[in-house]
């Protein structure tokens, strides 16, 4: 996340604002996603990162949170389709994290928009791309984290 950070700085410098998104997808489905995405060669923009996580029930509150407070743009996250989370119920568990989440982003001036989860199969990697390119247009269209302090990582 640090070097991402750092990236965005850098192209702050230049005056160029670009979004930093982080995409925390689960091992099972949506990964396998991305990974299919890669493997086709299909584009997506190269400012969102993929974090692999084992589950998404794994992604605890702090660990978006955190994210925000470091300066994180936006933050996708990628789950199994419900009904075929290989932790039974991991990915509702995540989608009731992310509502609540997306309520307390608001709260605190932020914004829901910032947060978004998706339920994706291994084999739904055009899906994967668009929900990618929404988010960074989405987060784009609202500027920079009013958490991120400028210039710093
Ligand atoms: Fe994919 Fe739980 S294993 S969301």
């Known amino acids: 996340m640090n070097q991402l950070v750092t990236e965005t700085a850098k192209a702050e410098a230049d005056g160029k604002w670009q979004p930093e ?7 099972y489905c949506a990964y396998a996603a991305a990974d299919l995405a890669g493997s086709r060669r299909m584009q997506y923009p190269t400012n969102v990162r993929v974090v692999h996580v084992p589950c998404t029930g794994k992604i605890e509150m702090e ?3 955190g994210a ?5 743009d936006g933050v996708l996250i990628a789950g199994c389709l419900e009904g075929g989370c290989h932790f039974l119920e991991g ?5 009731k994290r992310s509502e609540y ?7 605190i001036g932020v914004g829901r928009d910032r947060l978004r989860m998706v339920n994706l199969s291994a084999a739904m990697a055009p899906t994967f791309v668009e929900r990618v390119k929404e988010i960074v247009e ?13 210039g710093t990582p």
């Open 21 to 27: 998104i982080i995409a925390f997808c689960c091992n």
């Open 63 to 65: 660990h978006i949170l």
């Open 68 to 72: 925000f407070e470091r300066g994180i």
């Open 91 to 95: 990915n509702l568990r995540a989608k």
């Open 101 to 107: 989440l997306r309520e307390m982003l608001d709260q």
């Open 138 to 150: 989405t987060v784009e269209s609202l500027g920079p984290n009013p958490l991120r302090k400028s």
